[in-house]
């Protein structure tokens, strides 16, 4: 019999979002935060949308589109969003689950990387540029915004897209950086059982449970 995991947050599957939309909630959420407060982890998508770093360069647009830019308040250089890219926002409080950021930022990596070896699929981090990579091209990228001891954004993961977007930016200010997702490596689950593998792993790699 599988086991079923008792997440120590509250899950939302809210489909597909504006990014301004969920930028905002998740401000508000993160503000409105007491001691008390259940952490929450929501599963998204969005329409396509740039977003760009609180210290990202212009110059990382390399051209011009129909898509629109966002400067947002999360750690990091541009990434696209669209369709089809799974993105999980995490919703915690890091003194609650005695983290800092660097030990979150490993947690989120290995939980990308324990689901795609569920796949059988070998991936791994990158100190000097976080997210999670396959044969050096980029499935996830992270991005993060701590305020009063807590977190908003989160993982970005790449399963059923148009990558196309990517071409008109350096992935996280990196030129040249390739970029991959999950139905290209041959994974045809759908992005709702992606998503329900993102919450137990996640689960199991910030408790230990």
């Not at 899950?11 to 508000?28: E, F, H, S």
Request: hydrophobic share 40%; glycine share 10%.
């Amino acid at each position: 019999m599988k086991r079923t995991l008792s997440f120590f947050f509250k899950a939302r599957y809210l489909g597909v979002v504006d990014y301004p939309v969920a930028w905002q909630a998740m401000k508000d959420f993160t503000a409105n935060r007491v001691d008390r407060t259940l952490d929450e982890v929501w599963l998204l998508q969005h329409p396509p949308v740039y977003t760009q770093g609180i210290a990202g360069k212009p110059e990382h647009l390399l051209y011009p589109n129909d898509i629109p830019v966002i400067r947002t308040d999360r750690g990091g250089q541009i990434t696209f969003h669209g369709p089809g890219q799974l993105v999980a926002y995490l919703l915690l409080d890091l003194r609650r689950l005695q983290l800092n950021v660097r030990g979150l930022v490993r947690k989120m990596e290995d939980s990308v990387i324990d689901l795609l070896a569920d796949y059988r699929i070998e991936a791994k981090g990158c100190p000097d540029a976080p997210g999670v990579y396959v044969d050096d091209a980029k499935i996830a990228s992270l991005g993060l915004k701590i305020k009063n001891g807590c977190c908003y954004h989160g993982i970005a993961f790449n399963v059923d897209m148009d990558l196309k977007p990517f071409s008109a930016i350096n992935p996280c200010g990196y030129a040249g950086l390739k970029v991959t997702q999950a139905k290209d490596l041959g994974v045809d689950d759908e992005i709702g059982v992606i998503g329900q593998k993102m919450l137990e792993k996640l689960q199991i790699n910030l408790t230990g449970r």
